[in-house]
């Protein structure tokens, strides 16, 4: 039991870290504009991401059971691909750069679930559901396309909306440009809150359902006093979905929001000062175009990485202004860091696993 209990503890930990990368992505733009302070900004982000959190758990489904088999899913194999994570998170904080948490927690839970198995089977890479992949399981339809096709989205989508807006309103004066969309960017933010809290904030759901669920199913929930029995989850039979209790849900977009409080300006300074200078309706666009694609990914239970939604929906703005407008060294460091999240992360794992090993921690 007080295993499980450390799991949890280490995914909290990690999504306080998370809200140092991703939260701080979704308000950026707000924060950059000065539509809203930093304070103001934390806040909004606290309670939409708390609402969104709540709005379903598609996401946590995919990552409790539809990228690894669950059953090598060990305590310590949730404990390494949590650790993994973290330490290339706090790397690219500490650098500055807004690299995705979602996909350093993919990746480790990949290393440590083939450390921890020895073979790659374990790795569930391609499960269609009546040949519909939006439906189906695996890596390749839930992880590596999305990778590819959300950022390609967010680029295309904030370029068209932009480039719409300004032949819309041309003729506007600028000032009347900034006093309209610094209103209607409070609700895009909100929108993008909301959104952000029904992908990120559950991926770490996700991982404490399924340390939940692997306790339960290895007996050590028995003979818990009934005041715990909301800990007990069961493993889900063939063709069903993994149980996400509630209290889960308002903890992890709690913790969350504490790490955006605390930490997120580093990255918020990347995003919306040092790439492309925003306007209110800039960050508009950026704003509502990462919330369309985010919604969607999350009503299919895709975990896609917000970082490089945003990032890219703010490229897609910028570009729309001039080409020039971006500083195209900014986002090639970025760009680095999206390429090696998923192995760098899954390779800290796996070490991390077979240490454990090694040391006769874990049989």
Known sequence: MS??????????????????????NSIATVVATKVLTPRQAVLMAACTNLFGALCGSAVATTIASGLVDPAVATQEVLICALAGAIVWNLIT??????????????GGLVGAAVAKAGTWDVVIWSDLHGGNWLAGKGLLWKVIVPMVASPAAGFIGGFVLMATIYGLLRNWKPRTVNAVFGKAQMFSAAGMGVMHGMN???????????????????????????????????????GQTLSIAIWIKVVCASVMAAGTASGGWRIIKTLGHKMVRLQPVNGFAAETTSAVVIGIASYFGIPISTTHNVSAAIMGVGAAKRLNAIKWTVVERMIWAWLLTLPVSGTLAYLLMRGLEAMHVVD
Do not use: C
């Not at 650098?95 to 948490?101: E, I, K, R, Y």
């Open 3 to 24: 295993l499980i209990l450390f799991v949890i503890l280490v995914a909290l930990v990690f999504e306080y870290i998370n809200g140092f990368h991703d939260t701080a």
């Open 93 to 106: 904080w500490y650098a500055g750069l807004p690299s995705s948490s979602s996909h350093a927690l993919i």
């Open 200 to 238: 990120d904030a559950q991926k770490t759901m996700g991982i404490i359902a399924l340390a939940l669920a692997a306790g339960t199913s290895a007996g050590r929930m028995d003979g818990l006093p009934s005041w715990l029995s909301f800990l007990r989850v069961e493993t889900p039979q063939p």
